[in-house]
C-alpha cells in the first residue's frame, strides 16, 4: 500500500516528527481541553480573568451578564482569540426562570456542562442599623440566590454525565465576617454553606463543589473604595498588596480542573495572607 504523505529526506522526516510532538504537547498539556464551563458576571473583573484563564486551557467558554454590551462582545472576542468557542449571554443570575432558560440554551449550544463558576455579584454596603431592606434583598439575591439558581440548572446534566465542579466565589468576608457589610457578608458565608452542601449530596455522582475567598482583588468593585478604606486593607495584608483578577483565576483554574480531583467541600482563601 502507498503510503499517504512520502518523506523526501530524512531531515523533512524529523520536522514532521517534531511538528507532530509539538501539537502533541500542546494538546497533551491543556487541562481543560473539549471541557465547557459556564461563568456568571464574566463581562469584566474577576469573572473575564477566569474565563479567559480556564480558555486559556482549552475549555469552551458559556458566559453571562446582565447585558452583552460592547464590554461583553469584546470579552467574547478575546477568549475567542484563544482558540475556544466563546458565547455571551443577557440573564440577570439573581433571577430562577431567566437562569434555567439561558443553560438550557447553553446545552443547546455547548452540548454539555463541566464547570460552573457562580461569579456575578454586587456590593450595596450600609451599616446594620441603617440598612434598607432593598439592600439586603439585592445583595442576598444577587450574591446568594444565583447560586441557587445556576446550581439548580446546572446540577441534572452533571449528573448525566457522573462529572462536573462547581465553584462559588464567595469572599474572606463571607468567612470572618465585616462591619458595614452584614448583607454581603451573609451572601458570601451562605456561598460557603451551599457549596460545601452540594459536596456532600452530589459527591456521589462524581460532581465537586468548592468555594474561593477572595481578599482585596484590584477591580471595578474595590476601585469605588476610598483611599483610606484602600490603606486600612493593605495595612492587613501580610503580601502587602492587593490581589489581580488573575491570580483568584489560577486558584479556579485549580478547582475547575483535574488538579484537585479529590478536593471538595473546601474554601480556599486567595487573599495575600490576610485570612490564616
Ligand atoms: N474585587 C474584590 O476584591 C472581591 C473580593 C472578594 C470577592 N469578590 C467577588 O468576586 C466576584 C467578582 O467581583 P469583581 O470584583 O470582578 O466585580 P465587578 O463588579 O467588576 O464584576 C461583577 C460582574 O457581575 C455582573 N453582575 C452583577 N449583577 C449581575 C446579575 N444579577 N446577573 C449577572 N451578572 C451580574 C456585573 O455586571 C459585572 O460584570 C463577585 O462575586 C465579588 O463579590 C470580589
Not at 443553560?103 to 451599616?127: E, H, P, S, W, Y
Not at 450574591?143 to 449528573?159: D, E, G, Q, R, Y
Not at 466565589?169 to 454581603?184: E, I, P, R, T
Amino acid at each position: 500500500m502507498k503510503p499517504d504523505v512520502i518523506f523526501e529526506s530524512s531531515e523533512c522526516h524529523s520536522l514532521a516528527n517534531r511538528h507532530t510532538d509539538t501539537t502533541l504537547r500542546n494538546k497533551i498539556m491543556k487541562l481543560l481541553e473539549g471541557k465547557v464551563a459556564i461563568v456568571t458576571g464574566a463581562a469584566r473583573g474577576i469573572g473575564k480573568a477566569i474565563a479567559l484563564k480556564l480558555a486559556s486551557e482549552g475549555a469552551n467558554i458559556a458566559f453571562t451578564d446582565l447585558v452583552i454590551d460592547e464590554n461583553g462582545i469584546n470579552t467574547q472576542n478575546e477568549i475567542e482569540a484563544l482558540g475556544v468557542k466563546a458565547k455571551g449571554y443577557a440573564s440577570n443570575a439573581a433571577l430562577y426562570d431567566d437562569t434555567h432558560t439561558v443553560v438550557d440554551q447553553i446545552v443547546k449550544d455547548f452540548g454539555r456542562v463541566d464547570i460552573l463558576v457562580n461569579n456575578a455579584g454586587i456590593t450595596k454596603d450600609g451599616l446594620m442599623m441603617r440598612m434598607t431592606e432593598l439592600q439586603w434583598d439585592a445583595v442576598i439575591n444577587v450574591n446568594l440566590k444565583s447560586a441557587f439558581n445556576f446550581i439548580h440548572a446546572v446540577t441534572p446534566v452533571m449528573m448525566k454525565q457522573k462529572s462536573g465542579s462547581i465553584i462559588n466565589m464567595s469572599s474572606v468576608v463571607g468567612v470572618s465576617g465585616n462591619a458595614g457589610q452584614a448583607n454581603y457578608s451573609a451572601s458570601k458565608a451562605g456561598m460557603i454553606g451551599l457549596a460545601k452542601s452540594v459536596a456532600k449530596e452530589f459527591g456521589s455522582r462524581g460532581i465537586r463543589a468548592n468555594a474561593i475567598a477572595p481578599g482585596f482583588i484590584e477591580t471595578e468593585m474595590t476601585h469605588a473604595l476610598t483611599d483610606e478604606q484602600r490603606a486600612k486593607w493593605s495595612e492587613l495584608i501580610p503580601l502587602r498588596r492587593g490581589g489581580s483578577p488573575e491570580e483568584v483565576a489560577k486558584v479556579t483554574l485549580f478547582l475547575a480542573s483535574d488538579l484537585s480531583s479529590y478536593v471538595s467541600g473546601q474554601v480556599i482563601n486567595v487573599c495575600g495572607g490576610m485570612n490564616t
